[in-house]
């Protein structure tokens, strides 16, 4: 490590330097380079001044040096010690094979900026030099004569002093060649830094010089200044630090300004600026580097005091006597003058007039101008008065609430029938004496109800302060007031609720699908959001449930708001769910489940090929897909069926809608007075014609109709609707069809009926009633419409 002592004498003509540098063997201290780990070493240090040469000892007592280093990683004490305050950074040497080992030696050089040796700065090496003689070349962009090395002994010079602001390192390759033989390269070449350290050789430059700025009277900042150093920006060589050398005039005192010395802002310190008196200010400034210790320079700011309306205008006169004709308009009056110690013609200057008294008929004016000018503008006419009566009558006044916009705080979760506000009203029409009743004008989300008599305004359904009627936290709603005259007049009033949040909305995460790479996944980023305000939402808390703790981690973002998912196995492609549970700052949680398709692929780019493998579904899970389709069309089917068979009924009815049916109905009474009646066993009306084995015909053969034939199910889906409309005509047709769509015999009517007996068929003394809906009624009731419809008549 190269390290260059600067030593700075305050007072005097020659030059500090540094003779050699020894080490002390009296030290027990040492530095260690290998491990990393820093002690102090202790350095002692000969200084001469020109060509005397002296000790470093007789130098130590001597205030007038400072001493200090380059390098930040060390301090030199004032007795001269140097003091390791940094870790030190360690040089790693590159690994090679056993079979050859790197020789070269060569960390970073750095030389001091303007810096004239001695020389040579740095030796290059090689173990192969034992062996046979070694010549030694560099090269590379930026050396142009400013480094040469020898050949021979690998010593290295820099031929000039060399300027940081103009370049601050370079770098070079340097390499090793056997002597006399041409491509025998000893060792590889090996890359050259030089770093230029940088030296306080640059003096601050203010940006403007003078500063020219203006300061009211009775203002605080000034102005800024600024100086640029073009020395190393993160040392203290170009940290500047100002300050006022002086301040011309001295009045009212030579200490009205101040000026911040990191940032250059000048300000005024004292009251006593006046533009009157002094109307300018000059200020010597100095800007110095190495925080004021440094280079210096100097520059000026000149300031212009500027007025700030601090001096009354004063009449020439007190009183002023003027005649002036009556009943003449536009007649001058008077001419009258001020003074203003304020600068002239500045809007401070300007004075403007008015009458403050003695014109209460404003028969007079002023014109402001150069002079000011008071002059008549009415006349002086002769007049009478009279005394008019107003009387004037009642009108029904609407009562009026106060305040008008009543504000109250209540929580979001006040519980339904709890007291809100009284808000009321009162009717400026005292002496009617009238009852004011109250309303809900406007109360968009119906959670308010009021008593219309005393006001009092109460829950009635539950409060949201996440509602889309809450705009700002704030619920507004109108109450009316009405008094009870024959025209009732009405007033409103606005009550705002000021709803404080609880924290009633669990955080829940916005991604619920997501995508992954089941090699090398980049982590996955979903946000999480809350309907509660800011004291009941972030931060968030997360945590992995049940097995996803086993594939995924997650954790929250550096806001607390979002949470990073992490895919930590190579699982099978497929769809996988990540429970979640999702908790904000004050602990109310949910359980969040993502589903994540993993894909088989690696690294941010997330492509799925093929679909997802087979074990991703489960076996139940196709089989309930299966048969939920498999329902649904059995579901369409019927209700196919069942529309086609309603379809005729509903086009047209068989009888009237005056006719008379026999149906039962259930009143849940007997009826006053009535004795009790014998009960029907309806059973028997459904027994069909197997148990009346009478009404079949002996004398005849009964006819048989041939067996429906139903279609299969066709292979096309489109033909669908008609393979439904072909079997639902041979169901309609079919002779075997239940018992309950065919005829069913009734039971007699019974003995001791009240009700008439019913009518034969034929007793109906409407010959010409229509029977063509009969047709309509399908297959069962054809041998009916032919007998009634005028076709084919068969037998029953």
Not at 74 to 81: A, N, P
Not at 387 to 415: H, M, Y
Not at 462 to 478: I, N, P, W
Not at 655 to 666: A, Q
């Amino acid at each position: 490590m190269c390290l260059t002592l600067l030593v700075v004498k305050s007072s005097s003509k020659k030059r500090p330097a540094f003779g050699s540098v020894l080490i002390s063997h009296h030290c027990s201290y040492f530095l260690c380079f290998d491990s990393g780990f820093i002690q102090t070493q202790c350095i002692k240090v000969n200084f001469y001044c020109a060509d005397i040469s002296v000790g470093f000892e007789d130098c130590m007592a001597n205030k007038r040096f400072k001493f200090g280093s380059s390098d930040r990683h060390f301090h030199v004490e004032q007795d001269g010690t140097l003091m390791v305050i940094q870790n030190l950074p360690v040089l790693h040497l590159l690994k090679f094979s056993r079979r050859r080992k790197r020789a070269w030696v060569i960390p970073p050089l750095n030389i001091l900026e303007n810096d004239r040796g001695p020389y040579p700065k740095l030796v290059i090496r090689s173990d192969k030099d034992k062996e046979s003689r070694m010549e030694y070349k560099i090269t590379g962009d930026g050396i142009n004569g400013l480094f040469t090395i020898d050949k021979n002994t690998g010593q290295l010079y820099v031929t000039q002093p060399l300027d940081r602001e103009k370049r601050s390192d370079y770098r070079f390759n340097a390499s090793a060649n056997v002597a006399g033989m041409v491509n025998a390269a000893a060792e590889a070449a090996m890359l050259i830094i030089v770093n230029v350290l940088d030296a306080n050789d640059n003096k601050p430059v203010f940006t403007q010089d003078p500063y020219v700025g203006e300061v009211a009277e009775a203002s605080a900042k000034v102005i800024t200044i600024k100086a640029d150093d073009l020395d190393d920006p993160n040392s203290d060589n170009s940290l500047v630090h100002y300050k006022i050398l002086s301040q011309e005039p001295k009045l009212p005192n030579d200490n009205l300004f101040d000026i911040n010395p990191v940032s250059g802002v000048i300000r005024v310190k004292q009251q006593g600026l006046d533009r009157e008196k002094y109307p300018k200010y000059t200020l010597e400034v100095e800007a110095a580097d190495m925080k004021g210790e440094g280079l210096t320079v100097t520059g000026h700011v000149h300031l212009t005091v500027t007025d700030s309306n601090d001096n009354a205008p004063v009449f020439e006169m007190a009183q002023y006597n003027a005649n002036v004709p009556e009943n003449k308009v536009g007649a001058q009056v008077v001419r009258m003058s001020v003074t203003d110690g304020d600068e002239h013609n500045s809007p401070a200057w300007n004075a403007k007039f008015k009458i403050v008294a003695g014109d209460k008929n404003g028969q007079f004016a002023v014109e402001t101008g150069t002079e000011n000018i008071l002059y008549t503008i009415l006349p002086n006419t002769l007049k009478s008065t009279a005394t008019v009566v107003v009387s004037v009558g009642d009108v029904n006044e609407a009562p009026v609430f106060s305040p008008p916009i009543q504000v109250v705080k209540r929580k979001e979760d006040l519980a339904v029938a709890s007291d809100i506000v009284t808000y009321t009203a009162t009717d400026p029409d005292t002496e009617r004496s009238q009852k004011v009743t109250y309303k809900i004008m406007k109360d968009p989300a119906r959670w308010l109800s009021v008593n219309p008599d005393t006001g009092l305004i109460k829950v009635k359904n539950s409060m949201d302060r996440e509602s889309q009627y809450v705009q700002d936290g704030k619920y507004t709603a109108l109450i009316m007031a009405y008094d009870d005259d024959v025209s009732p007049a009405t007033g409103t009033g606005t009550l705002e609720i000021e709803l404080e949040d609880v924290n009633d909305n669990i955080p829940s995460i916005n991604e619920r699908i997501i995508k992954v790479c089941n090699k090398d996944s980049a982590p996955q980023l979903l946000s999480v959001t809350d309907a509660d305000g800011p004291d009941f939402a972030a931060p968030y808390t997360v945590s992995l449930m049940g097995m996803s703790k086993n594939n995924w981690t997650a954790t929250m973002d550096g806001t607390r708001t979002g949470i990073i998912l992490t895919l930590i196995r190579d699982l099978p492609k497929g769809d996988y769910n990540v429970v979640l549970r999702v908790a904000d700052n004050h602990g109310l949680e949910q359980d969040n489940i993502v589903m994540a398709t993993v894909c088989d692929c690696t690294g941010n780019e997330v492509t799925c090929k093929g679909g997802i493998r087979e074990g991703a579904i489960g076996l139940p899970v196709i089989l309930g897909i299966l048969g939920a389709v498999l329902l649904l069309l059995l579901l369409v089917l019927l209700l196919l069926i069942f529309i086609r068979r309603r379809g005729g009924e509903q086009k047209e009815p068989l009888l009237p809608n005056e006719d008379i049916r026999d149906n039962i109905y259930y009143y849940d009474e007997e009826g006053g007075g009535e004795d009790d009646q014998d009960y029907y066993d309806l059973s028997v009306l459904h027994r069909g014609l197997d148990n009346r084995p009478e009404v079949f015909r002996n004398d005849v053969m009964p006819c048989f109709m041939p067996k429906a034939e139903y279609r299969p199910r066709p292979a096309n889906p489109e033909d669908i609707g008609k393979f439904i409309d072909d079997n639902l005509t041979a169901a309609d047709n079919d002779p075997l069809a239940p018992p309950y769509d065919s005829l069913l015999v009734f039971d007699d009517e019974g003995k001791g009926s009240d009700a008439g007996s019913l009518s034969s068929l034929n007793s109906s003394s409407s010959g010409d009633q229509d029977y063509d809906c009969l047709g309509e009624w399908g297959p069962r009731f054809k041998k009916l419409a032919d007998m009634y419809g005028g076709g084919e008549d068969d037998m029953l």
